[in-house]
Structures are given as C-alpha cells and as structure tokens.
C-alpha cells in the first residue's frame, strides 16, 4: 500500500503563523502530523512518512492552544486496499483525544492573576480592620433610632368670650408676628357693659366726693362741740369760785341768802351746759366716725367698679384675638359668621423656629446617653443633608407610664416587651432649612455617647 497525501484539519482559538508554517511543511513533504502532550507549556509535533523515521519539530508556546488532526489519503490509483501493519497503525492513526483541546493551564500560575489576588486579599483585610477598629473606638458608642419625630409648642388659639365672628384676618399657612391680629367677634354687648362700668364709676366717685364732705361737716361741728365745752368749762369755774365766795358771806349774815340762791343758780346751770358741750362733742365725733365710714365704704364702691370697668374692658378687648407668638397658621376652623363660645378651637399657632426633636430610645441605649452629647439628624424630607443637634433631656418615664391608660403589670400573664424612653434633642438648623421643617415629620438621629460613657465609667468605679 502506497501512502502519498496528508490531509490535515485544525481548530483555531487564536492565529498563529507558526501553526501555517507546519501545515505547508507536512503537506510540501507528505508527513503524518501528530499532536503530542510535551512539557508543561509546549507541545512536540511528531512527522512521519510511512517507511521512514519520524521527524520531531518543538512547537513554541506560541502554539499552545491549536488542536491539529492527521488523515492519511490513499492514492487514487490503488483499487485495493491492503492491511496495514500493527506498527504502520499505531504509527499512522492518530491518538484518540486527537480532535480534543488540550487542558488549560491554571489561571493562579500566572504572576499577574496571583498579584492580583494577594492585592484584593490584602485590601479586604485592611477594610476589616478599619471597620473594627472605627466599631471599638467610635462605632459601638453610636446610638441611633428611627422612631423619632419634629415637635413644637404649638399655641390653640381660642376666645374668651361668646359672639358671632365678624372677621377674620388670616389665611391658612400664613405667617404671624406676636401681637397681630387673627379674629374680631362682634363688639357691641361689651362695649355697653364696659360703658355701664364706666357709669358705675363716676356714681362711686360722685358718693366719695359726697362722703368727704360729710365727715369735713362733722368735724367742723366737733370742733365747735369742742369750743362750747371750752366756754362752758369757764362758766362752770366762774360759778363754783361765786359760791365759794359767798357762801361764807350768806352764813354770816354778810350777804343775803337770795344773792347767794342766785349764785348756786348760775353755778347749776353753768354745770349743764358743760355737760351739754360735753355731750354734743361725743356727738359730734360720733358724726365725724359715721361721716369716714361712709367715705370707706364710698371708696370701697370705686374700686368694685372699677374692677367691673377692668373686666368689661378685658372682655371689650377680648372680641379681637391675637397671636401670642411668633408662627405660622395652621389647623384653621373658623369662618366669618360663625358663633363662637369660650374656649373653642379656632386655629394654631406653630413656632416653627422653636422646633425640637422627641427621639424614642430603646432602655437598652441610654446606659451612656446623657444631656449635652452631640447629635447627628437625618430628615426624610432633606435627603442627603445631615442637621446636628444637643440633646437637651431625657423623660422621667417611659412613654408607656404617661399613656392614658399605664400598663399594670401585677395581674394575668406578663411578656417582657422592650421599652421606649422619650428624649429631647434641640436642633441647630438655619433659617433657610427651618421653613422646611414642620412638626411630626418623620426622623432618624444618631447619638454620640462617647462622652457619656466616660461619665458612666467614672460612676461605676465610685
């Protein structure tokens, strides 16, 4: 059997001009071509025409990758085919993972993938090591919770008095400065009332001018009362020395003992009439007494309507409602005709620039959280932007303790449930931001206790 052709089929995976000049080579030449596993990272291409030796060409690593396949083609002119020898055959048929791709070298025995590698290993590593030393010395220390909401004092405006509305001077939303005017209720019954008070006023002056020139009257007749015994007290003197001296006279016959009557005469009636000064002096100052009681009591009148003119004219100045601090309207109920009583709910006033943060911590957070220590805010309506604050107090109890009705724990089955502490952070925004912000927007705020566990420490070793 004549062998006189080769026909060779190649599988590419990228090109190679080495694998070209073997394929003309073996064809020009007539070689069987085999591909042979050689060294770790090249192959030995073994040649060999039937009858001769077999030529062995070193393939360079440059040719790793290509699977090379060999068919020996009879001559055209053989119409006999005739056995080949077990040597002819095992030198001539290819291997049998011939038409298979050789097995890949392993990606980790490249220096390029293996730095590559020990960079990322190393990287991760560092990153661990950040993180837990950030965790001990800054990490474990940051409290934060997003059951947290804005708060304000909010102020309900309310009347004091009953009456129909007959303005009302702001919209919704708007904004307000103390002392501005917000509702009128209709005027006209206060104004009557703080006008009779007015009356019952000038009545009560008119009774004290009246009452003091009563007890000026009575005076000046105690003081004529007084001068009467004065005079008295000198006739009744006179008197008493005449009898002295002639009675004496009369028993001796010196006088006559109707001169002497005549004397005794004078002597009682000077006695009555000082009895009778002395009684129109107790008089008189009994009149000066009544005369100053009715002046007290004058007086007294004055000031009960006075004090009726006072409260007729909160009531007058009432009817017009104003804000007692500086916000915005929110919540507004009232319309122009509407009857209002005392004490109904009209509208609120927000002090949106007095706006404070109510954060409820777990019990389990405030082993370190003390007033003073920073604070980091997150608001759902300013993504992206970080607010600082102060925590200002922590609630005497837990928020269940002020409900309405305060859990009682004494009695049937109890279940251990994590209680919230409520906790006051004062926020440190600018103007700008503070329009943003509104009572009851929703939170997260993060607690720095790094100080508060110092002062913990120290109060545990104590």
Not at 71 to 90: L, W
Not at 292 to 318: I, S
Not at 330 to 356: D, I, W
Not at 390 to 398: A, D, M, R
């Amino acid at each position: 059997m004549t062998w006189c052709g080769l026909q060779i089929r190649v599988r590419r995976f990228d090109s190679d001009p080495g694998l070209h000049w073997l394929e003309q080579r073996a064809r020009a030449s007539g070689l069987f071509v085999l591909l042979r596993p050689g060294c770790d990272d090249a192959f030995t291409w073994s040649a060999r025409k039937p009858g001769t030796r077999s030529l062995d060409l070193p393939c360079s690593s440059r040719t790793v990758g290509y699977v090379v396949t060999g068919t020996v083609i009879r001559s055209s002119d053989d119409s006999r085919d005739e056995p080949m020898s077990e040597q002819a055959q095992q030198q001539n048929t290819p291997p049998a993972d011939a038409d298979k791709a050789p097995d890949k070298p392993s990606p980790l025995k490249n220096p390029k993938v293996r730095w590559t590698l020990t960079l990322i290993g190393v990287a991760v590593l560092v990153a661990l090591l950040a993180w837990l030393a950030y965790y001990l010395m800054v990490g474990k220390y940051q409290q934060s919770t997003n059951n947290a909401y804005l708060q304000a004092d909010a102020v309900a405006v309310a009347p004091r008095v009953n009456g129909y509305v007959t303005e009302v001077l702001v919209q919704d939303n708007q904004w307000v400065k103390a002392g501005q005017a917000l509702v009128k209720i209709d005027p006209r019954t206060y104004r009557a009332t703080l006008d009779q008070a007015e009356a019952v006023i000038a009545v009560r002056e008119a009774d004290i001018a009246a009452a003091t020139a009563g007890v000026q009257g009575n005076q000046s007749q105690l003081l004529q009362a007084r001068t009467q015994l004065k005079s008295a007290e000198a006739t009744l003197r006179f008197a008493r020395a005449e009898v002295a001296r002639f009675g004496p006279l009369a028993a001796s016959g010196a006088d006559t003992h109707e001169h002497f009557e005549s004397v005794k005469h004078d002597l009682e009636r000077a006695q009555a009439q000082y009895d009778a000064a002395r009684s129109q002096i107790g008089g008189a100052q009994s009149q000066v007494e009544a005369g100053q009681a009715q002046l007290e009591q004058a007086r007294a009148g004055l000031k009960q309507a006075q004090a009726d003119a006072t409260q007729a004219t909160v009531a007058f100045e009432d009817t017009q409602l104003t804000a007692r601090i500086d916000g915005r309207i929110g919540n507004k109920t009232v319309q122009v005709g509407q009857f209002v009583a005392a004490g109904t709910r009209l509208m609120t006033v927000v002090p949106v620039e007095s706006l404070y943060l109510s954060a409820n911590f777990k019990e389990t957070q405030l082993g370190r959280m003390r007033a003073g220590q920073p604070a980091e805010i997150e608001v759902d309506a300013l993504p992206g932007k970080t607010l600082h604050g102060t925590v200002e107090s922590i609630s005497p109890g837990t928020g269940s303790q002020f409900a309405l009705l305060p859990p009682q724990n004494a009695t049937g089955n109890f279940t251990k449930v994590v209680q919230r502490v409520p906790v006051r952070i004062r926020i440190e925004a600018d103007a700008d931001t503070r329009k943003v912000l509104v009572p009851g927007m929703s939170v997260e705020v993060t607690v720095d206790t790094r100080e508060g566990a110092g002062k913990a420490a120290g109060a545990d070793r104590h």
